[in-house]
């Protein structure tokens, strides 16, 4: 790390702002492993620094942790393409929350844009360092005004890990719209979780054995909501990624197997890329 996060006493986040601290914690408990399948030293870091009973909140979850550093480093393999291709375009990490990607998949070029809401960007200011091209935005991504700002140049790419599934579906769809109406070059890359999942959530709330029940999720995809979304005007394409091989039997073997069997994809939990832009003629 670039130099040490002061340590910062009474952590006060609440409802979807906490669940920054959730997947900060299952990114680090995986990073801190012999055999991880993420190299995060500053998520190690960051959970150290902070005064906040992770273990006695969130309990500790292997596979949730191994799930959270194969999200990440499939985020940071599309990512660092997208800066092969545009090594001066600019990143847009939507509800960035405590992600360290900027640190993993910095090329010295790079503009980086975090948007997430106020409690936790200010958490984000006290506890790492600022570069000069990095900027902060303190809203709600359903504002737009880090959309309104934007320098598309040099090309744009927008992330959103962990986060749609709290929006309103509505909310995604004019997300999903307005990046596509306004990046003429560019990507959106996000995860999402099914829709069967979410609207069980809505009914009775995923809770850890500790007690922490995490907010439900309010929108999930189907295969009707792929079409909805590879629909959307200049979405040239759509697709879904494969996550790097991982640990153990469940991720070593039946991930990689469940991913190539027709139709089954939508069942479970997605990472997605949109490409934005024209279409390719046909
Ligand atoms: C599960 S955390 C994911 C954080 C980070 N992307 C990661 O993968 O570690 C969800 C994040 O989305 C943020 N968030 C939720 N709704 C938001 C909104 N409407 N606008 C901006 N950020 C939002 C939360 O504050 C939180 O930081």
Known sequence: MTSQPPHVVGVELEGVSE???????????????RDRVLHDPMAVDLVAALDFPFEERFGASPGWAQWQGLRARTFDREVRRFLHDHPDGTVVALGEGLETQFWRVNNGRVRWIGVDLPPVIDLRRRLL????????????????????????????????????MYLEPGQVHDLIAACAARIADGALLFDAVPRWLSERTQREPLGEPT?????????????????????????????????????????GYAVPLLARVPGLGDRFFSIMLARLGRRAAT
């Open 129 to 164: 360092p600022s570069s000069p091209r990095q900027e902060l935005v303190a809203s709600s991504v359903a504002d737009g005004i880090w959309l309104d700002e934007l320098d598309r140049k040099a090309g744009v790419m927008v992330t959103a890990q962990g986060l749609l």
């Open 19 to 33: 669940t920054t601290l959730w997947t900060l914690y299952q990114r680090a408990s995986e990073a801190a492993r």
């Open 211 to 251: 007690g922490y029940r995490p907010p439900p999720w309010r929108w999930g995809i189907d295969a009707e909501e792929i079409r909805r979304i590879g629909a959307t005007p200049n979405v040239a394409e759509l697709r879904r990624l494969r996550l790097p091989r991982g640990r153990g039997a469940f991720f």
